[in-house]
C-alpha cells in the first residue's frame, strides 16, 4: 500500500509517501517539505494572516501532485498547533477545502502525544518497558508515558520552540535576562502539570523525537543523519548543560553552522535547548535517545492498524 501523510506543521509543511503494510515498518519513498513558518503568521488577534493561509494552500497543491506523482492511493492529512490555536481555523480549513479539496483533521496536543508514542514504541519494542516520550515542536511540547501502546498519561504543553522564541526572546542574540525569565516560564508551565506523568514512576526508557531535539544531539555530538536511522544517538542533560550558554551567545548565522542545525530554525534553538533542559530535569532524565519515528509514522501505523483485518 503506497500513501502519503501531509503533516501541517508550526514551523514546517511536510508530505512524505512511504509503502506500507501491516507488519512491516512504513518505507519512505519520498518526501516533500517547506518551511512555512505559520506560528509566525498568527497576527495579533489571534488568527493566521492571509499570507500564511496562501502559503498553505499553495504548498498542499504542491503536495498533492506529489503524492499523485508517486501513486499514492491516499493522502492523509493533519494539522497541529498553528492551525488548531489559530482563531479563525475554520475559516483555514474550508479555504484549504476549497482550494485544493483536502480535508485537513486538526490533531489535538493530547493526540500528537498518543500517536508520536505509538510509533515510538513501535520503533522499540516492548523490552524498552515503561516509556517516557517528548517532541518539542513549533508550537508545543508533547510529552507522553506509560507501558502500552496507549500511553497512560499524554500532555501538550505550549512550550514549542516557535512560539516561544516569537513571544519571549525577541533578539537574535537574546540577553542573559531573556533566557532567565524564559527559562523561569518553561518550568512553572511544565512542573504545574507534571504530577500525572511524575505518579507513574521512574521510566525503563526515556526517548526524544522531533528535528529540535535531532538537532540538539547532534550539536551535542551525536551522529549525524547519513550514517543511518539505526545508529543509536543519545541526547545528554550535562552535554546540553555545556553548549546552552554557547549557544545562546551566537547569532542565528552562527548556530546555523553547527552540526545538524538547519538556517530555517537557527533561531529557535535557544528556546528549544531551555525546553529540553527543563524537560530532562523535571521528569529526571538525564540521557534521552533519539527515535527517527514520530508523529507521522504514529499517523500511518494507526491508519494500518484500522484498515487491515488481523485474520484473513
Known amino acids: 500500500m503506497r500513501t502519503a501523510v501531509l503533516d501541517v506543521g508550526s514551523n514546517t509543511a511536510h508530505l512524505l509517501v512511504v509503502d506500507a503494510h501491516r507488519g512491516a515498518a512504513p518505507l519512505p519513498a519520498s518526501s516533500v517539505k517547506e518551511t512555512l513558518r505559520l506560528a509566525e503568521h498568527i497576527t495579533k488577534d489571534g488568527a493566521l494572516s492571509r499570507d500564511g493561509a496562501e502559503a498553505l494552500v499553495a504548498f498542499v497543491r504542491r ?46 496536543g493530547a493526540d500528537e ?88 514512576g521512574a521510566p525503563h526508557h526515556a526517548v526524544a523525537t522531533s528535528k529540535t531535539f535531532r538537532s540538539l544531539a547532534r550539536v551535542c555530538g551525536a551522529a549525524p543523519s547519513d550514517e543511518g536511522p539505526f545508529v ?21 548565522d552562527e548556530r546555523a553552522t553547527l552540526p545538524g542545525v538547519s538556517a530555517a530554525r537557527a533561531h529557535q534553538l535557544v528556546a528549544g ?14 540521557t534521552l535517545e533519539i527515535c527517527p519515528w514520530a508523529l507521522r509514522e504514529g499517523v500511518i501505523l494507526e491508519r494500518l492498524d484500522a484498515l487491515t483485518p488481523l485474520i484473513g
Open 273 to 286: 535547548a531551555l525546553v529540553a533542559e527543563a524537560a530532562m530535569d523535571l521528569f529526571g532524565t538525564p
Open 63 to 108: 503536495a498533492l501532485e506529489e503524492a499523485d506523482d508517486q501513486g499514492c492511493e491516499s493522502v492523509l492529512a493533519f494539522a497541529t498547533s498553528a492551525i488548531r490555536e489559530a482563531t479563525n481555523t475554520d475559516d483555514v480549513l474550508a479555504l484549504v477545502k476549497d482550494r485544493t479539496g483536502v480535508d485537513l483533521v486538526v490533531l489535538s
Open 113 to 200: 502525544a498518543r500517536l508520536t508514542f505509538l510509533a515510538v514504541r513501535r520503533w522499540f519494542g516492548w523490552s524498552s518497558g515503561k516509556l517516557i516520550v517528548f517532541d518539542i515542536g513549533g508550537g508545543s511540547l508533547e510529552v507522553a508515558a506509560g507501558d502500552d501502546e496507549e500511553p497512560a498519561v499524554a500532555q501538550s504543553f505550549e512550550l514549542g520552540a516557535g512560539r516561544l522564541t516569537r513571544d519571549w526572546l525577541p533578539d537574535d542574540v537574546p540577553g542573559e535576562g531573556q533566557v532567565r525569565r524564559l527559562r523561569s516560564h518553561i518550568r512553572a508551565e511544565i512542573a504545574r502539570d507534571a504530577g500525572a506523568l511524575l505518579r507513574l
Open 232 to 252: 543509536r544517538r543519545l541526547l545528554q542533560r550535562d552535554d546540553l548543560r555545556k553548549w546552552l550558554p554557547k549557544v545562546a551567545a551566537m547569532t542565528s
